[in-house]
T-cell receptor, first 112, second 116 residues
Framework: QKEVEQDPGPLSVPEGAIVSLNCTYSNSAFQYFMWYRQYSRKGPELLMYTYSSGNKEDGRFTAQVDKSSKYISLFIRDSQPSDSATYLCAMNRNQAGTALIFGKGTTLSVSS | EAGVAQSPRYKIIEKRQSVAFWCNPISGHATLYWYQQILGQGPKLLIQFQNNGVVDDSQLPKDRFSAERLKGVDSTLKIQPAKLEDSAVYLC??????????????FGEGSWLTVV
């Protein structure tokens, strides 16, 4: 079993739709949970991060972590064509500077 | 603030040839990472440096890959000899340990390698 599982999609939605992206993980030691967005031929850029369980909201983006289920989600409200990208979940243990473990990424396409 | 710089952006080589990638991290960042991202996969850590010392190189194929970080700043990643399965994007990232909050790992745009 991989440490982090993520459905690669692709996921296609119309503009304005609510998008739900998810990851599951197996290592209960993970404490920091991140979502990165990666445009084609670019490096990943950090979107959201959450420490331990709970919700975090930033504009149209909401990140949720359920440590009891080992399940994390990213919701995108009012999706825009500019949101079309690959979304990577990532996580690490509670040691500062510990390298990230990534999911495979989900490719999202938002059509206008 | 300048981001993580990488070069070259694109490289095509024949199998068994060698290639080197260069990375300049964000100024003041003590930790530097090299990740390998194969098409359709998430990035996988190859090596992590703290200043000029290696913290984790457990997933680095040491028979063909080498990396160094001289003077704790710039880093180079070398592959010799290259195999077809080394075709990937090589991502350099850096982070600062000051006030670590889990959101301080920044990536460069990557060096795209095709081995033919």
């Amino acid at each position: 079993q991989k440490e982090v599982e993520q459905d690669p999609g692709p996921l296609s939605v119309p503009e304005g739709a609510i998008v739900s992206l998810n990851c599951t993980y197996s290592n209960s030691a993970f404490q920091y949970f991140m979502w990165y967005r990666q445009y084609s031929r670019k490096g990943p850029e950090l979107l959201m991060y959450t420490y331990s369980s709970g919700n975090k909201e930033d504009g149209r983006f909401t990140a949720q972590v359920d440590k009891s289920s080992k399940y994390i989600s990213l919701f995108i409200r009012d999706s825009q064509p500019s949101d079309s990208a690959t979304y990577l979940c990532a996580m690490n243990r509670n040691q500062a500077g510990t390298a990230l473990i990534f999911g495979k990424g989900t490719t999202l396409s938002v059509s206008s | 603030e300048a981001g993580v710089a990488q070069s070259p952006r694109y490289k095509i080589i024949e199998k068994r040839q060698s290639v080197a990638f260069w990375c300049n991290p964000i100024s003041g960042h003590a930790t530097l990472y090299w990740y390998q991202q194969i098409l359709g996969q998430g990035p996988k850590l190859l090596i992590q440096f703290q200043n000029n010392g290696v913290v984790d190189d457990s997933q680095l194929p040491k028979d063909r890959f080498s990396a160094e970080r001289l003077k704790g700043v710039d880093s180079t990643l070398k592959i010799q000899p290259a195999k077809l399965e080394d075709s990937a994007v090589y991502l350099c990232a850096s982070s600062s340990l000051r006030g670590y909050s889990g959101n301080t790992i920044y990536f460069g745009e990557g060096s795209w390698l095709t081995v033919v």
